[in-house]
């Protein structure tokens, strides 16, 4: 059964650090795109970050640019989100998410179930 689990998530500061792991079972990430959503309390679905299968080249919106990076890593199955600098408004729900193919495009085709990340003092 192929699966997407999220975990690193919790409670952090303002302007803290954390680092989301996205592990896969049942697949191979290689032959995926591979993307982070999140969402906030009372807000909609926001994707945030996105790792191309194609070339490894990545994309961020804009209210995280400069301050989360997303990375994989084959051989562990398992994509990452370096967050730093962390804002009160970062908090929610993050997920991953993976597309079979070159490009983060949807639908996708696996979802996690999600990790809490809560940025408060």
């Known amino acids: 059964q192929p699966q997407l689990v999220e975990s690193g998530g919790g409670l952090v500061q303002p302007g803290g650090s954390l680092r989301l792991s996205c592990a896969a079972s049942?697949?191979?990430?290689?032959?995926?795109?591979i993307a982070w959503f999140r969402q906030a309390p009372g807000k909609e679905h926001e994707g945030i970050s996105c790792?191309?299968?194609?070339?490894?080249?990545?994309r961020n919106a804009d209210s995280v640019k400069g301050r989360f990076t997303i990375s994989r890593d084959n051989a562990k199955n398992t994509v990452y989100l370096q967050m730093n600098s962390l804002k009160p408004e970062d908090t929610g729900v993050y997920y991953c998410?993976?597309?079979?193919?070159?490009?983060?495009?949807?639908?996708?085709?696996?979802w996690g179930k999600g990790t809490l990340v809560t940025v408060s003092s």
């Open positions: 790792i191309m299968r194609s070339d490894g080249s990545t």
């Open positions: 049942g697949f191979t990430l290689d032959d995926y795109s």
């Open positions: 998410a993976a597309v079979l193919g070159p490009m983060c495009v949807i639908p996708y085709d696996y």
